[in-house]
């Protein structure tokens, strides 16, 4: 209750008194958290199933910006790393026949804005799948943030 504003009490009490069950709690970006709140007791005893026990606690972080300091916290964890120069080419060639996958390449080289993208799986997908419908590759990653969410 500790987190939630006076105004919205009322809305957590069936939460504290169910312990939490069926709560999936999304705790985006952990790694930008000042370090004293990542070390807080609300936050440390959310995660550790001290408070709300039966809740499902997901962090995500960037494991460089965090190190192993915070693997101690959680009974599972994964490092999504991403596409490799060779294997992104290996999923374009997969899925695009040759010629295709020669053609994409080009659109790509004149799109600087977007080629950084190109490790983040999902980002690659999409933009697989939009030159696959025949439509125009997003010229900016503002642009492909709307695609993804329209």
């Not at 209750?1 to 105004?7: A, C, M, R, T, W």
Request: with cysteine.
């Amino acid at each position: 209750k500790d987190l939630i504003p006076k105004k919205y009490q009322q809305c957590i009490e069936p939460l504290v008194d169910c312990l939490g069950m069926g709560v999936l709690f999304i705790l985006e970006g952990y790694d930008e958290l000042p370090e004293a709140q990542r070390g807080s007791g609300l936050l440390h005893n959310l995660i550790k199933g001290k408070e709300l026990p039966k809740a499902s606690v997901m962090v995500t972080s960037r494991p460089w910006a965090t190190g192993r300091s915070i693997y101690w916290l959680f009974q599972q964890h994964f490092n999504i790393l991403g596409f490799t120069e060779s294997s992104r080419m290996e999923y374009i060639t997969s899925v695009l026949s040759t010629d295709e996958a020669s053609a994409f390449n080009r659109e790509l080289i004149k799109l600087s804005s977007i080629r950084g993208c190109l490790n983040i799986p999902l980002y690659l997908v999409t933009l697989v799948e939009i030159y696959k419908e025949g439509s125009k590759l997003p010229e900016t990653v503002t642009q492909l943030y709307n695609l993804l969410i329209n």
